[in-house]
Structures are given as structure tokens and as C-alpha cells.
């Protein structure tokens, strides 16, 4: 049976509050999360009850689905979810991404079981978007919901996950595009202006548990796969140990694409890791026939490479020059580096920094898709000031590609600005 090329929200008002009557204690418990969000800033979004919002998150982790739907049951209203294709594909991920609960884990291979978390995510208000295609479903359905009175929309503008916690990635316009649609319709039927909000979400994690057996963990592993031994008559600190095993993932990979590592171990880690992106996604493009537009996000092509492979598998095996499973690695290696740099963890060695790295590092080294948590955390939601769509509705029939690009720049900003609060609490906490 072949899967639809689109699945709708069939969203089910009593089955939501069923849920979320239950989701701090489900979130606690699967997936080791509680909520934090400022009284005030939650009471903004209250007063919003009866109208349109497009909460826009940034998404550091395959958890932040969990701390939104938590999010709405604060504030006890159903939200919308606009999620990536693959999330009805294969729904279950939702069990791996727990907290090691090995029944789940296994309940998560049945077919039963995949049928019936779709269905509820769909009931919860879900449905699906082609990640870098023009999904036309998706657009009309993202359109009529925006249309509906007292509508709150979730859409992750970065497209994907950044796994790092202080990093946002730049932001996608598609949804700001169809948020001023939506109210175009309006004055094309000569109606009045619908208010039209939109609201930045940052979403940053804080471990509660003692999080340095966590990274020596880590770091062991990782060490023991690369056979790295630290001399016994030096003790290098945890950051020192990360770079070594960074240095050898990073030529590992340089190794797989036929790329020398550089004669000076000194050469600048961030001219490494573009030139190794850019000239692996050129050459899986040029294997494929497909170009990208000057100035596309990785993240896109990425995307529109993986659905070539998912639909023209049989087709488009003959013609590669790597193998079919070196190109899907490729993929998967280009999402899971995309936002990474060098000096992340150096400038701010925090350890949710540090465990951000080295989830990274051990999602490429043991082949671990969906991580589960390493240990309880708080999600911390800061919510931006509410900003109306309708107040900017003149200037966008004036000038429509700039208007969307200030409104997306502006919510950017607000995200990111609302993460770095966040960080001069942590070193207020740090000095108690």
C-alpha cells in the first residue's frame, strides 16, 4: 500500500484535553522534560485565546513537538502543528526519543502501533509538510487554517533541527508568506482585516541532573570507538578530549569523500567543515541531475535530494558514483552538522553545550537516528512580544518580498535575543 503524498489534521477538541490534562506527568516521565514559562508572558498569549497566532519556535531538539503541545496545555487551547513528512512516516520515533523505557522502544517496531500514532498525531491537530518542495496540500491546508477564526498555528522556521541549544539557524519565510495569503483573501473579498499574530517562541534546555558522569560517559565512549588513550602523565580537561575526538570524526568523514585532511592539524576547523559540505552536496546534486539556485540553504537541498532517493530509488541507483547508502549517509551527516561550528562549546562551555556536541558526535559515530535525553531537563519557553500582521497588511501590497523579509528578520532576532536572556540566568544561577 502506498502512503499518501499528504496527511491532514483531523484534530479532535476532547481527545486534546484528554492529553493534556495528563502531559506534564507524560513529558516528566517519557521524556524527562518539565516547562518553564514566565506567568506574564504566558497571560500574552492567553489574551490571545480568540485569534489567529503563528507561534514560531526555534528547534534544537526532536523534543520541542512535546514542549509546545505542553505549551497549549498551559494555556488550554489546541494548537495546529505544521511537521516534516517523515514525522507520519515513521511516527514511532516518538518512542525512540524517550527515555529509555525498553518496552516502548520495542512496542516502536510494530506496524500496529506506527498505524496508530499517526492517527493520534493527526487527531492532535499534526499534519504534514514536504520539506524543500512546493507542497501544495500542505500550503492549501496551512492557508485554511489560518483562515479559522481563533487558530494557533506551529511552524518551526528553521526547517529542521539545529541541535545546539544557544543557535538559531536562519529563518524559513514560508510561513510569514502564507500568514499575509491568508489575509490577502480578505481584501481581495473586500472583508476587514483579521488581526493576525505572530509570536517568537525560544526554547532553551537546562539539565537538573549532575551532568559531569554524563559526559565522562560520552567522552569514554567515544574515546574507546577511536582508540584514544589519553598519556597517562597528562590529564586533559573534557574540552581538550572533545576536540580530539572531534578531530577524528571530522577526518573520518574527509577520509569517506576521498578529502585529505590537512598536513597542519592547525588549519581552520570551520574552512574544513564548509568545504567538506559544500563539495559533498555538489557532488551528490551532480550524481542526480539536480540544481540548486544560487544562495538555497543546505538544509533545502538536502531535502530535495532525500526525496529522490525515496521516490526514485530503483531509478537512480545506476547512475551514482558512491553508493546508494554512502549518498542516504551523506544526507543524514549534512542535517546533523548543519549548524555546527567551531568554538561552540569554547565560548560558552556550558554543559548543555557540551552534551549538544557530543549527541552529535554520537548520532555520526554509533548510527543513533533519534537520541533519547540524557537526563531530565528543564525546557525553558520565553515567549516574544506578540506582533500583528494585520498593522503591516498596507505595506505588505506595497512592497510584498520585503515586508516578509523584515517580519522574519524581526522574528529571528527576537528568538535569538530571548535565548541570550536566558544565558544571563545561567551564570546568575552558576554563582550561587
Same mark, same amino acid.
Given at each position: 500500500m502506498t502512503s499518501p503524498d499528504f496527511y491532514p489534521p483531523t484534530l479532535r477538541p476532547w481527545l486534546?484535553?484528554?492529553i493534556q490534562w495528563n502531559a506534564e506527568w507524560i513529558a516528566r516521565w517519557l521524556y524527562w522534560i518539565d516547562l518553564e514559562v514566565a506567568p506574564e508572558q504566558l497571560q500574552h498569549l492567553i489574551n490571545l485565546k480568540g485569534d489567529r497566532v503563528l507561534l514560531l519556535p526555534n528547534h534544537p531538539t526532536f523534543h520541542d513537538p512535546v514542549v509546545m503541545f505542553m505549551l497549549s496545555a498551559k494555556v488550554k487551547q489546541s494548537f495546529y502543528y505544521m511537521a516534516a513528512y517523515e514525522t507520519f512516516d515513521n511516527p514511532s520515533t516518538m518512542f525512540l526519543i524517550s527515555a529509555g523505557f525498553k518496552p516502548l522502544h520495542r512496542l516502536a517496531q510494530s506496524d500496529y502501533v506506527t498505524k496508530g500514532l499517526r492517527?493520534?498525531?493527526? %487527531?492532535l491537530g499534526m499534519y504534514s509538510i514536504r520539506r524543500g518542495?512546493?507542497?501544495?496540500?500542505?500550503?492549501?491546508?496551512?492557508? /485554511?487554517?489560518?483562515?479559522?477564526?481563533? @487558530? +494557533?498555528?506551529?511552524?518551526?522556521?528553521? &526547517?529542521? @533541527?539545529?541541535?545546539?541549544?544557544?543557535?538559531?539557524? =536562519?529563518?524559513?519565510?514560508? &510561513?510569514?508568506?502564507?500568514?499575509?495569503?491568508?489575509?490577502? *483573501?480578505?481584501?481581495?473579498?473586500?472583508?476587514?482585516?483579521?488581526?493576525?499574530?505572530?509570536? =517568537?517562541?525560544?526554547?532553551?534546555?537546562?539539565?537538573?541532573?549532575?551532568?559531569?558522569?554524563?559526559?565522562?560517559?560520552? $567522552?569514554?565512549?567515544?574515546?574507546?570507538?577511536?582508540?584514544?588513550?589519553p598519556e597517562l602523565d597528562i590529564q586533559p580537561d573534557d574540552y581538550a578530549r572533545l576536540r580530539a575526538i572531534a578531530e577524528r570524526v571530522l577526518s573520518t568523514i574527509e577520509a569517506d569523500y576521498g578529502l585529505t585532511p590537512p598536513n597542519s592539524l592547525r588549519q581552520d576547523w570551520n574552512d574544513r567543515i564548509q568545504v567538506l559540505k559544500h563539495r559533498v552536496i555538489e557532488a551528490c546534486e551532480?550524481?542526480?541531475?539536480?540544481?540548486?539556485?544560487?544562495?538555497?540553504?543546505?538544509?533545502?537541498?538536502?531535502? *530535495?535530494?532525500? +526525496?529522490? $532517493?525515496?521516490?526514485?530509488?530503483?531509478?537512480?541507483?545506476?547512475?551514482?558514483?558512491?553508493?546508494?547508502? $554512502?549518498?542516504e549517509k551523506t544526507m543524514i551527516r549534512l542535517l546533523n552538522f548543519d549548524a555546527i561550528y567551531d568554538g561552540y562549546v569554547g565560548a560558552h562551555p556550558t554543559p548543555e553545550r557540551f552534551l549538544d556536541? $557530543?549527541?552529535?558526535?554520537?548520532?555520526?559515530?554509533?548510527?543513533?537516528?533519534?537520541?533519547? =535525553?540524557?537526563? +531530565?531537563?528543564? /525546557? %525553558?519557553?520565553?515567549?516574544?512580544? =506578540?506582533?500583528?500582521?494585520k498593522d503591516r497588511f498596507d505595506e505588505y501590497? %506595497?512592497?510584498r518580498s520585503a515586508t516578509v523579509d523584515n517580519v522574519i528578520t524581526k522574528a529571528h532576532a527576537a528568538v535569538q535575543q530571548n535565548l541570550g536572556n536566558t544565558e544571563v540566568l545561567d551564570n546568575l544561577d552558576s554563582s550561587d
Amino acid at each position: 500500500m502506498t502512503s499518501p503524498d499528504f496527511y491532514p489534521p483531523t484534530l479532535r477538541p476532547w481527545l486534546v484535553r484528554l492529553i493534556q490534562w495528563n502531559a506534564e506527568w507524560i513529558a516528566r516521565w517519557l521524556y524527562w522534560i518539565d516547562l518553564e514559562v514566565a506567568p506574564e508572558q504566558l497571560q500574552h498569549l492567553i489574551n490571545l485565546k480568540g485569534d489567529r497566532v503563528l507561534l514560531l519556535p526555534n528547534h534544537p531538539t526532536f523534543h520541542d513537538p512535546v514542549v509546545m503541545f505542553m505549551l497549549s496545555a498551559k494555556v488550554k487551547q489546541s494548537f495546529y502543528y505544521m511537521a516534516a513528512y517523515e514525522t507520519f512516516d515513521n511516527p514511532s520515533t516518538m518512542f525512540l526519543i524517550s527515555a529509555g523505557f525498553k518496552p516502548l522502544h520495542r512496542l516502536a517496531q510494530s506496524d500496529y502501533v506506527t498505524k496508530g500514532l499517526r492517527w493520534l498525531l493527526q %487527531q492532535l491537530g499534526m499534519y504534514s509538510i514536504r520539506r524543500g518542495l512546493a507542497d501544495r496540500p500542505s500550503i492549501a491546508q496551512t492557508l /485554511a487554517l489560518l483562515a479559522e477564526p481563533g @487558530c +494557533h498555528l506551529v511552524i518551526f522556521p528553521e &526547517g529542521g @533541527c539545529s541541535f545546539q541549544n544557544d543557535t538559531v539557524m =536562519p529563518f524559513r519565510s514560508g &510561513g510569514i508568506h502564507m500568514a499575509f495569503q491568508a489575509l490577502n *483573501k480578505y481584501a481581495k473579498n473586500q472583508e476587514a482585516i483579521p488581526n493576525l499574530y505572530v509570536v =517568537p517562541v525560544s526554547i532553551k534546555y537546562h539539565y537538573t541532573d549532575e551532568t559531569q558522569p554524563i559526559i565522562e560517559r560520552s $567522552l569514554q565512549g567515544l574515546e574507546a570507538h577511536f582508540g584514544i588513550t589519553p598519556e597517562l602523565d597528562i590529564q586533559p580537561d573534557d574540552y581538550a578530549r572533545l576536540r580530539a575526538i572531534a578531530e577524528r570524526v571530522l577526518s573520518t568523514i574527509e577520509a569517506d569523500y576521498g578529502l585529505t585532511p590537512p598536513n597542519s592539524l592547525r588549519q581552520d576547523w570551520n574552512d574544513r567543515i564548509q568545504v567538506l559540505k559544500h563539495r559533498v552536496i555538489e557532488a551528490c546534486e551532480q550524481q542526480l541531475s539536480i540544481t540548486s539556485a544560487p544562495g538555497d540553504f543546505i538544509r533545502e537541498r538536502v531535502y *530535495k535530494i532525500q +526525496h529522490r $532517493l525515496r521516490t526514485q530509488a530503483d531509478a537512480i541507483d545506476q547512475q551514482l558514483d558512491w553508493s546508494y547508502s $554512502l549518498v542516504e549517509k551523506t544526507m543524514i551527516r549534512l542535517l546533523n552538522f548543519d549548524a555546527i561550528y567551531d568554538g561552540y562549546v569554547g565560548a560558552h562551555p556550558t554543559p548543555e553545550r557540551f552534551l549538544d556536541t $557530543l549527541i552529535r558526535l554520537e548520532r555520526e559515530v554509533f548510527n543513533i537516528d533519534q537520541p533519547p =535525553p540524557k537526563g +531530565h531537563r528543564i /525546557a %525553558q519557553v520565553s515567549l516574544g512580544e =506578540p506582533y500583528n500582521l494585520k498593522d503591516r497588511f498596507d505595506e505588505y501590497q %506595497q512592497e510584498r518580498s520585503a515586508t516578509v523579509d523584515n517580519v522574519i528578520t524581526k522574528a529571528h532576532a527576537a528568538v535569538q535575543q530571548n535565548l541570550g536572556n536566558t544565558e544571563v540566568l545561567d551564570n546568575l544561577d552558576s554563582s550561587d
